[in-house]
Nanobody
Framework: QVQLVESGGGLVQPGGSLRLSCVAS????????IRWYRQAPGKQRELVAQ???????TYVDSVKGRFTASRDNAKKTAFLQMNSLKVEDTAVYYC???????WGQGTQVTVSS
């Protein structure tokens, strides 16, 4: 059973930064696209960023230029660096791989003054 374990969320002031991590338990980590989703209270889950095994990235418009997805295939870990955080970035963030199959437990990101 593949597990994804997330960490790195927390409370930060507007303009601050956080780095989320997602560690996978599978040795096939490098072949998977890793997707980062977020879900704010009362809203649908939103795809924020994705990174292919080779490192190609795409982002939703609202985070372009502020968020950076990366990965270390040797360490089976994906990262989401979030800079210039805004109040509207507040949500539970999830990492995902394998389509709808494997999900992290979610980590709360709260941006507030």
């Amino acid at each position: 059973q593949v597990q994804l374990v997330e960490s790195g969320g927390g409370l930060v002031q507007p303009g601050g930064s956080l780095r989320l991590s997602c560690v996978a338990s599978t040795s096939f980590f490098s072949v998977y696209i890793i997707r980062w989703y977020r879900q704010a209270p009362g809203k649908q889950r939103e795809l924020v960023a994705q990174i292919t095994g080779g490192g190609s990235t795409t982002y939703v418009d609202s985070v372009k230029g502020r968020f950076t997805a990366s990965r270390d295939n040797a360490k089976k870990t994906a990262f989401l660096q979030m800079n210039s955080l805004k109040v509207e970035d507040t949500a539970v963030y999830y990492c995902n791989m394998g389509g709808d199959v494997y999900w992290g437990q979610g980590t709360q990101v709260t941006v507030s003054s």
